[in-house]
């Protein structure tokens, strides 16, 4: 299991990196309670899905731009299922809010989302409030090393600082991105 110290030596790197504000969003993240920020974090899990990061934030904020000033994504983004994916959500978010909201496994609602994989489930889960764990390449890849899954490597260390488990996630993610571990 990865010893604590390794954790904490992680975190304090992300913080001096300049991404605090990650995780004080994702510490203090509350049930998702409303289509609009259902809508908008499908779309950003949609738009991140294949893609690094920092390239995600750029794309997101042409999207934006665009339905800001009335024109079609498709003139900034060209990724055509993304953006079919997208659109539909636009029309339809508050009928797959609501029946997200009602679903029993709300993680495997999510699932049946276009775009939304076996993977991209846990990170939308997780933008949504809920405190899991997506197993993406950089945590099975870490796990492995400690010889434990993603989910074990992340409660054992939430367990030891309090914090949620989608924080320790996103801390341990935010070190491989940027190339701290």
């Known amino acids: 299991m990865m010893e604590l110290t390794v954790y904490q030596d992680l975190y304090k790197k992300v913080l001096d990196a300049g991404y605090g504000d990650e995780?004080?969003?994702?510490?203090?993240?509350?049930?998702?309670d409303n289509a609009d920020e259902f809508v908008r974090q499908y779309i950003?899990?949609?738009?991140?899905?294949g893609m690094k990061?920092?390239?995600?934030?750029?794309?997101?904020?042409?999207?934006?731009?665009?339905l800001g000033e009335g024109r079609d994504i498709s003139e900034v983004f060209h990724h055509k299922?993304?953006?079919?994916?997208?659109?539909?959500?636009?029309?339809?978010?508050?009928?797959?809010?609501?029946?997200?909201?009602?679903a029993e496994d709300k993680i495997e609602r999510l699932a049946s989302l276009p775009y939304i994989g076996d993977i991209?489930?846990?990170?939308?889960?997780?933008n949504l409030g809920v405190d899991c764990v997506k197993p993406d390449r950089?945590?099975?890849?870490?796990?492995?090393?400690?010889?434990?899954?993603?989910?074990?490597?992340?409660?054992?260390?939430?367990?030891?600082?309090?914090?949620?488990?989608?924080?320790v996630d996103l801390v341990i993610w935010?070190?491989?991105?940027?190339g701290f571990i």
Request: proline share 2%.
């Open 23 to 32: 995780i004080v969003w994702q510490e203090s993240l509350k049930p998702c």
């Open 44 to 49: 950003w899990v949609v738009i991140n899905s």
């Open 53 to 66: 990061n920092q390239i995600a934030r750029l794309i997101e904020e042409r999207i934006y731009k665009a």
């Open 81 to 102: 299922g993304k953006i079919d994916a997208i659109k539909g959500m636009i029309l339809h978010g508050k009928v797959s809010y609501n029946e997200w909201a009602k």
């Open 120 to 126: 991209t489930k846990w990170h939308l889960a997780k």
């Open 138 to 167: 950089h945590l099975v890849r870490i796990a492995e090393k400690y010889r434990t899954t993603p989910n074990e490597l992340c409660a054992s260390i939430a367990k030891q600082t309090g914090q949620r488990k989608a924080t």
């Open 174 to 178: 935010r070190a491989a991105n940027l």
